[in-house]
């Protein structure tokens, strides 16, 4: 059974920094392609980070030079460093998974590969004053 888990989520002062983490089992980690969404309320999701299986990584031009994404195939963590927060980063962040190679991800951008990842965290909140 494939699961994953957020956590690091909270509140922060704008300016501030935040760490996510995101814990998966449950299935071939190394081989995904992962990465972090965002949903603020009343707006549409979003793509925010991705990392494919080599640890190639793309990011949504919002968040370009402040946020960072990670994974550790021996920890089976994915994290995202957040610096430089602001208020327009509220938003719950989810973690996601699925089987998209490298070409795939580049054709399709980090903001319409949602609907192609088939394993998804409950979210952790992200609240920045």
């Known amino acids: 059974h494939v699961q994953l888990v957020e956590s690091g989520g909270g509140s922060v002062q704008a300016g501030g920094s935040l760490r996510l983490s995101c814990s998966a089992s449950?299935?071939?980690?190394?081989?995904?392609?992962m990465g972090w969404f965002r949903q603020a309320p009343g707006k549409e999701r979003e793509g925010v980070a991705v990392i494919d299986s080599d640890g190639g990584t793309s990011y949504a031009d919002s968040v370009k030079g402040r946020f960072t994404i990670s994974k550790d195939n021996a920890k089976t963590t994915l994290d995202l460093q957040m610096n430089s927060l602001q208020s327009e980063d509220t938003a719950l962040y989810y973690c996601?998974?699925?089987?998209?190679?490298?070409?795939?991800?580049?054709?399709?951008?980090?903001?319409?590969?949602?609907?192609?990842?088939?394993?998804w965290g409950p979210g952790t909140q992200v609240t920045v004053s």
């Open positions: 996601a998974a699925g089987r998209l190679g490298k070409s795939s991800i580049e054709r399709l951008g980090v903001q319409n590969l949602a609907p192609f990842l088939s394993v």
């Open positions: 449950g299935y071939t980690y190394s081989s995904y392609c």
